[in-house]
């Protein structure tokens, strides 16, 4: 078998998380992720997460081709993603931790049961995967603020109301 391919990944990752690849690619942080998951899980069960992804897009391109980056049926991607990797009791939670993973820039054990029933690897316990993860967790460009205790947004920054995007107002006033 192999190794996972890191496009594939990067490209699942954006799925996944909704970033741009630019995003992701700009924390520094995507070949850790991809070396920590293939070592809680086990390359086959990345790589077979990697073929279920690539199914999902063909079901929801139909004859537009899925391995071109290009815009996809929202509604059939969402249920091809629900059916083929979500609903799966193997792939759905190893899909889940590696959204938390990019959000939180921490590996979450899987559940027992699923080690129970596909075994467990050493690099598989909740760990913060490098210091680097917590600063660069996309939680903060989602929320539009800076991780406590690193990046500081600067001198005198205090003294300035905080920056909300107005799509995050919903019709309030500033």
């Known amino acids: 078998m192999t190794a996972p391919s890191f496009e594939r990944f990067l490209f699942l990752s954006v799925d996944l998380t909704a970033f741009e690849e630019t995003d992701l690619l700009g924390t520094g942080m995507a070949h850790t992720y991809l070396a920590k998951v293939r070592a809680a899980c086990g390359d086959e069960v990345v790589t077979t997460l990697l073929d279920a992804h690539r199914a999902a897009r063909d079901d929801a391109a139909g004859d537009a ?102 799509r995050y107002l919903k019709g309030a006033t500033r």
Do not use: C
């Open 65 to 166: 081709g899925s391995h071109a980056r290009s815009p996809l049926d929202r509604d059939l991607f969402d249920r091809a993603l629900r059916h083929r990797i979500f609903g799966d009791e193997r792939l759905g939670p190893v899909a889940r931790n590696v959204i938390k993973l990019w959000y939180a820039g921490m590996w979450y054990a899987l559940p027992a049961d699923w080690t129970d029933r596909y075994g467990a690897q050493p690099a598989a316990e909740t760990s913060t995967v490098t210091a680097a993860a917590y600063q660069e967790g996309l939680l903060w460009r989602a929320i539009g603020a800076n991780p406590p205790g690193a990046k500081a947004p600067g001198y005198g920054s205090w003294a300035q109301p905080p920056r909300i995007a107005d």
